[in-house]
């Protein structure tokens, strides 16, 4: 196992669920990621799909270093450099390039690529990649694909993001090869336009409560 797996695992292992945000206004991000933590998420994920991505993964690693920051919807080395530069700690993407596999090489942070296929699978594992994105995982087969793996791939560990719920959370984290999953419904809109940190950490404090037998 080299350094960047470890640390892909490592991150993973921290919590049952990995926030996926959507920050829309960047005076948001300290108090929604301060709050997020202090229900006991860690790990962010914050999806470059606003063009203030960059300025708020800077924002969050200068101002909450206790979180671990990662930087979502990367598609291209270039993406993932500039989240790099910016402070991210990981990159997440939605699947695997030959680009990316290429600027994995030379990358200063390690990435978590997404896969939906058997495949898409072996590709990434011949390319060096122990730790995968499942995604999107309702609509690739779910809870029944992610145990077909389990069998030709004993060694892949995921996180599956798309569609998960709290309430189908816990049938993922049942699964061995599963070290957390990715949810979007930590931060609702409504709650961050209102700037209601309570229930933010109330909803973290659910998370962290989800059953993940080992």
């Known amino acids: 196992m080299n350094d960047r797996t470890a640390l892909i695992r490592e991150a993973l292992s921290l919590s049952p669920v990995i926030p996926v945000l959507v920050i829309d206004r960047t005076e948001d ?9 202090k229900g006991g998420l860690q790990v962010l994920e914050i999806t470059l799909r606003t063009p203030n991505a960059l300025e708020v993964i800077q924002v969050l690693a200068q101002q909450v270093p206790e979180a671990v920051i990662a930087a979502g919807t990367i598609t291209t080395p270039s993406q993932w450099a500039s989240a790099y530069r910016a402070g991210a700690r990981f990159g997440v993407s939605p699947g695997l390039t030959p680009a ?48 077909a793996f389990g069998g030709p791939f004993p ?48 909803l973290a404090r659910q998370a962290c409560a989800l059953s993940r037998p080992r």
């Not at 991000?29 to 933590?37: F, G, I, S």
């Not at 499942?134 to 029944?144: E, M, R, S």
């Not at 609702?188 to 209102?194: D, G, H, R, T």
Request: proline share 9%.
């Open 100 to 147: 990316l596999i290429e600027a994995a090489e030379h990358m200063g942070m390690p990435l978590l690529p997404g896969v939906a296929t058997a495949t898409e699978l072996m590709t990434a594992l011949s390319a060096g990649f122990e730790c995968f994105k499942f995604f999107p995982a309702q609509q690739a087969g779910g809870v029944g694909m992610l145990k």
């Open 29 to 37: 991000a300290v108090p929604l990621a301060r709050a997020l933590v």
């Open 155 to 202: 060694d892949a560990l995921f996180c599956p993001t798309g569609g998960i719920t709290p309430e189908t959370a816990p049938d993922y984290l049942a699964l061995p090869n599963v070290a957390c999953v990715g949810g979007s419904w930590l931060a609702p809109k409504a709650a961050v336009q209102a700037g209601d940190w309570g229930a933010i950490e109330a």
